[in-house]
């Protein structure tokens, strides 16, 4: 068993619709929990991040993390044809800056949104 | 922002040739840099991970005489893929934390190293 699972989609949106990406984990030391954009032959780069349980709002995203369902998701609102990308979720023990901070990567979900 | 500038963005090399990436940290100290390998529609497979100033530690299954890992300073990292071979071809992106912030990973935007 993987220790963060995906699903890799691809999952295909039309625009203005609401999408919604998740995660399930099996460690439990996971602390913090982040939420990557990667568009094709580019970088991740860092769309939302939270520590523990609870949810985070920053504008058409929403991160959510259930610690004790070992469940996090993220919710786009409004769906753009810009927003069409990998979604890669990702979890570290600790909040980085040292050698222990690495990240754990889902598999990542592929999303297309057509106008 | 943090920005971490990554070098080539692509390079096509001969088969047992050596090349090398390099990251740079422009606008912080990069006091950890990750290194992680992306195959076609699957997710980062980190590689090493380097301390300024340290050997770097690399992932059961990455040979380390083969991707070669330098940190020599709290700005540049850069790994070397010697005596390169054409499974060796990949996605290769960097990532810096700055212990100074109580949050950060800042990716690169990739090399792509096709090997023929």
């Known amino acids: 068993q993987k220790e963060v699972e995906q699903d890799p989609g691809p999952l295909s949106v039309p625009e203005g619709a609401i999408v919604s990406l998740n995660c399930t984990y099996s460690?439990?030391?996971?602390?913090?929990f982040m939420w990557y954009r990667q568009y094709s032959r580019k970088g991740p780069e860092l769309l939302m991040y939270?520590?523990?349980?609870g949810n985070k709002e920053d504008g058409r995203f929403t991160a959510q993390v259930d610690k004790s369902s070992k469940y996090i998701s993220l919710f786009i609102r409004d769906s753009q044809p810009s927003d069409s990308a990998t979604y890669l979720c990702a979890m570290s023990f600790n909040a980085g800056g040292t050698s222990y901070g690495k990240l754990t990567f889902g598999q990542g979900t592929i999303l297309t949104v057509h106008p | 922002g943090a920005v971490v500038s990554q070098h080539p963005s692509w390079v096509i090399c001969k088969s047992g040739t050596s090349v090398k990436i390099e990251c740079r940290s422009l606008d912080f100290q990069a006091t950890t840099m990750f290194w992680y390998r992306q195959f076609p529609k699957q997710s980062l497979m980190l590689m090493a991970t380097s301390n300024e100033g340290s050997k770097a530690t690399y992932e059961q299954g990455v040979e380390k005489d083969k991707f070669l890992i330098n940190h020599a300073s709290l700005t540049l990292s850069t790994l070397t893929v010697t005596s390169a071979h054409p499974e060796d071809s990949s996605f290769y992106i960097c990532?810096?934390?700055?212990?100074?912030?109580?949050?950060?990973?800042?990716f690169g935007s990739g090399t792509r190293l096709t090997v023929v």
């Open positions: 990532s810096a934390t700055d212990r100074g912030r109580a949050y950060g990973y800042t």
């Open positions: 460690n439990s030391a996971f602390q913090y």
């Open positions: 939270t520590y523990s349980s």
